[in-house]
């Protein structure tokens, strides 16, 4: 399967920043077009602009949460159908960042999943579980409960993307070892299969401090569709050498 090198830039980026990431991006595509998709998240705010430095590139644009309603009285909240409108092809729902800061629950993130293929984005739910848990020995559990509850009801081939972000990874330059990455993509693999029409279809992401210098040993993992990466997608050079790792 082709993978996906997705950059979630989180609340980062001013629109000089984002316009001269965009466009490094862009010539960087241009001239060794890596062979994998990509895809940038930018915060709300510069999706517009950096949907129009996009366009015509190889590169997609994604949102990195909506809201489950289309429209309405949700102060401060941004629904699929706007992501969508801004030129977004797919959504991050189920951040860890979002689970815990903004107390989403599993029905929660199914139901801005199931939002997100309304308005016919990809949706790519997040699961992972806390160093507590992974010291208990609950990642499996935690990441099986997380599925069951999270992923859209409705979603077949090619409509839905599940990253894989122990939270303890995130952001902290910790990884997990190749066999437990192996572990746990092969369980949601294996959870996929009871859950979705075509779930060798379906890419598995792995999150989690990716960075230039691990990317093609993680990527290298069976069941790691492509890669989730943070703080490394905010430099144009290392987002460049992850997709080039995914080739
Ligand atoms: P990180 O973040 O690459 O900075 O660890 C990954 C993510 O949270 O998606």
Redesign the pocket.
Known sequence: MRKLI?G?W?MNGLRADGAALARDLVSRAAKSPPSCDLLVCPPATLLAEIGSLLAGSRIALGGQDCHAEPKGAHTGDVSAPMLKDAGCAYV?VG???RRQNHHESDATVRAKATAGLGAGLIPIV?VGETAAQRDAKQHLSVCGGQIAGSLPEIAGAGQLVV?Y?PVW?????RTPTTTDIAEVHAFIRAELKKRVANPDAVRILY?????AKNAAEILGVANVDG???????LDGASFWTIAQAAG
């Open positions: 997705a979630n989180k991050i951040h860890s960042e997040c990253a972000e990874a995130i952001g902290t330059g999150g989690g401090s990716v960075n890669a989730l990466v943070g703080g490394a997608s």
